[in-house]
């Protein structure tokens, strides 16, 4: 059964800090990962997917990487702002299902 | 724009009393989502369609149900809500399973939930 693990589970930066969020997964067989942005009491939205033969995607100020072999993620975001305070959500996909982390819950304070 | 869209936002309902959720979707998308997320959790997977296909997930609990009458709409019935219910419902679809493409790159789209009550 696959688990999706995230650390930290909270994280509270300043304004313009660099930061990582990190995700691990114990089933290395996935098709893709994705990376999502969850804000208090709302939907998730898809920040990067990475397919399964792909190492990194980037976007904007987020940058994510796939060490498939090791089952690690992690999500980059650069000179965050406190627009970027919300819950990240990592989670794999194998067969039909996503399976995802807890969460970081981030604040970046201004 | 084409979008995941799901009514209510919030809905409250009694003990027992029966509860439906609607999802729509302008995406055409093959797949349609049930999640059902409790505060501070990871979203679960309840079922899941491929068409007309319906996939439960094995521990779902069977006051669980869910239609799809046509591509665009998916319904969740709760038939007698309890209190632990109580939760977010989040229908997502994408256009395909990842393995069909056999690259991975069919992302899921979340719609913005349906925060259930249960009185």
């Known amino acids: 059964k696959q688990e999706v693990t995230q650390i930290p589970a909270a994280l509270s930066v300043p304004e313009g800090e660099n930061l990582v969020l990190n995700c691990s997964f114990t089933?290395?067989?996935?098709?893709?990962l994705q990376w999502f942005r969850q804000d208090p009491g709302k939907g998730l939205t898809s920040l990067l997917l990475?397919?399964?033969?792909?190492r990194e995607q980037t976007s904007g100020r987020l940058n994510a990487s796939l060490d498939k072999s090791s089952g690690r993620s992690t999500l980059y975001i650069a000179a965050s702002q406190p627009g970027d305070s919300a819950t990240y959500l990592c989670?794999?996909?194998?067969?039909?299902?996503?399976?995802f982390g807890e969460g970081t819950q981030l604040t970046v304070n201004p | 724009d084409a979008m995941v869209i799901q009514n209510p936002r919030y809905q409250v309902t009694q003990f027992g009393k029966p509860v439906t959720l609607s999802c729509s979707q302008t995406?055409?998308?093959?797949?349609m989502y049930w999640y059902q997320q409790k505060s501070s959790q990871a979203p679960k997977l309840l079922f899941h369609?491929?068409?007309?296909?319906?996939?439960n997930e094995a521990d779902t609990p069977d006051n669980f149900q869910s239609r799809r009458p046509n591509t665009s709409f998916c319904f969740l019935d709760i038939r007698s809500p309890g209190l632990g219910d109580a939760a977010m419902y989040l229908c997502?679809?994408?256009?395909?399973?990842?393995?069909?493409?056999?690259?991975?790159?069919?992302?899921?789209?979340f719609g913005p939930g349906t925060r259930l009550t249960v009185l």
């Open positions: 089933d290395s067989a996935i098709y893709n």
């Open positions: 989670a794999v996909q194998g067969g039909s299902r996503l399976t």
């Open positions: 995406l055409n998308h093959n797949v």
């Open positions: 990475i397919q399964s033969s792909q």
């Open positions: 997502a679809t994408s256009r395909d399973y990842p393995g069909l493409a056999g690259d991975g790159r069919y992302e899921q789209f």
């Open positions: 369609y491929y068409d007309k296909d319906f996939n």
